[in-house]
């Protein structure tokens, strides 16, 4: 009894599995096509060669950073691991020089940790300018320090630099995160989409050595 009762099973599944392996390599291959076409729209290109050798002798980019750059040199986007590398081996390496040209330690160079510079900083700022005003409330002392951070030609050393930190999380970490979180984000489903298109691979596979075993026993029973 149990032979016929597999026997069947495995004719069932193997019209199941490939039904749902096909259903998966039309999603995996949808998801790829996608990701191309919003990447195409985007029309970011790879740096050349020629950019990417000159970049690393200036520390623009790291050694490693260059040698997942230049398999993709001077192309346009249109993968997911492409969007990656250009995301992380790319964006990010520059904007972690911009934070390290800026004073900003490798541990802090995030936008939540230039913000808590730019905060430390402002304490600072406020102690000097109640120390120099001692009459002032603290709203009072608010509004001058937001005043001097504004003033171009402020003499306080700190006001000057919270300025500058501003300016670094807005441009760069931002902005930066702002095109990361876009490139990361198609390189997310393209990688759904292969994960996709492997497991109809296997299925269809899986469904095809179900019909050979199930078929045949079948037939033999019979």
Do not use: C
């Not at 029309?43 to 623009?60: S, V, Y």
């Not at 603290?138 to 005043?147: D, I, Q, R, S, Y």
């Not at 504004?150 to 919270?162: G, K, L």
């Not at 390189?187 to 050595?209: E, H, K, Q, T």
């Amino acid at each position: 009894m149990a032979n016929p009762t597999y026997s069947a099973m495995a004719r069932v599944f193997a019209v199941v599995l490939p039904v749902a392996g096909v259903g998966a390599l039309i999603g995996g291959k949808f998801a790829h096509r996608f990701v191309g076409e919003q990447l195409a729209a985007e029309a970011i290109t790879m740096p050349d060669i020629e950019t990417i050798e000159r970049e690393l002798k200036i520390g623009l980019v790291t050694a490693e950073d260059a040698e997942l750059l230049r398999p993709h040199a001077g192309v346009t986007l249109s993968t997911g691991p492409q969007a990656r590398a250009y995301a992380d081996n790319y964006v990010l390496a520059h904007m972690r020089v911009a934070a390290r040209q800026s004073g900003v330690p490798d541990d802090q160079a995030t936008y939540a940790g230039v913000g808590d510079l730019a905060a430390a900083k402002n304490r600072e700022l406020k102690a000097e300018l109640r120390e120099r005003n001692p009459g002032l409330s603290p709203a009072e002392v608010n509004l001058l320090a937001k005043a001097e951070v504004a003033d171009p030609e402020t003499e306080f050393e700190a006001a000057r630099e919270i300025k500058a930190l501003y300016e670094l999380r807005s441009d760069n970490f931002f902005m930066g995160n702002a095109i990361r979180g876009m490139l990361l984000n198609a390189y997310g489903w393209w990688l759904v989409g292969l994960i996709a298109r492997i497991a109809g691979l296997a299925l269809v596979g899986v469904g095809a050595l179900l019909a050979a075993i199930g078929f045949r026993t079948g037939g033999r029973n019979d």
